[in-house]
Antibody, heavy 114, light 107 residues
């Protein structure tokens, strides 16, 4: 049974940085591309980023303007999202999901507020 | 920019067929997926490759595609199908895009 567990969310001030993690189990993590998706309170889903199974390619939503960086450690079966220059409109639940979106984590809430 | 357009809401009575559309130019070249999301829960994949159903998803869920529009069809909708539904597609430049979501009411 695939399990994805996000962590690292919390309340932060605008302009600061935060790193999210997504720990995977029940799958051969190194075989799968992985996505980050976010959802602002009361809003729809927004695709954030994808990283290939080996980390060789990474793509980001245009709206992020280079502030986020995705990475992975296949020795630890863990996906990361490094977020910098956070803004109040980055407030959202952040989900990780497998390549075909068949499995999702429960999400971690990031609140950016002064 | 790539966009997928969905109706914001729709309502059906139990036992009726719900058809939720999703439109966008990218859909002529890329497959769509559909997700169901209930309050406080993570999304669940209900359709992939326009009309394929993952294991464990009830047969009343199906999908169709024509030109720039894909449709999620819920035949004989049940009260438990009340949820938000989102379409998704990848783009030519390997980005992802979700539709704005459709709130389905079954009552």
């Amino acid at each position: 049974q695939v399990q994805l567990v996000e962590s690292g969310g919390g309340v932060v001030q605008p302009g600061t940085s935060l790193r999210l993690s997504c720990a995977a189990s029940g799958i051969t993590f190194s075989n799968h591309d992985m996505h980050w998706v976010r959802q602002a309170p009361g809003k729809g889903l927004e695709w954030v980023s994808v990283i290939s199974y080996d980390g060789s390619y990474k793509y980001y939503a245009d709206s992020l303007k280079g502030r986020f960086r995705v990475s992975r450690d296949n020795t630890k079966d863990t996906l990361y999202l490094q977020m910098s220059s956070l803004r109040e409109d980055d407030t959202a639940v952040y989900y990780c999901a497998t390549d075909v979106f068949s499995s999702w984590g429960q999400g971690t809430l990031v609140t950016v507020s002064s | 920019s790539y966009e997928l357009t969905q109706p914001s809401s729709m309502s059906v009575s139990p036992g009726q067929t719900a058809r939720i559309t999703c439109s966008g130019d990218v859909l002529t070249k890329k497959y769509a997926r559909w997700f169901q999301q209930k309050p406080g829960q993570a999304p669940v994949l209900v359709i992939y490759k326009d009309n394929e159903r993952p294991s464990g998803i009830p047969e009343r869920f199906s999908g169709s595609s024509s030109g720039t529009t894909v449709t999620l069809i819920i035949s004989g909708a049940k009260v438990e199908d009340e949820a938000d539904y989102y379409c998704y597609s990848a783009t030519d430049n390997n980005l992802g895009v979700f539709g704005g979501g459709t709130e389905l009411t079954v009552l």
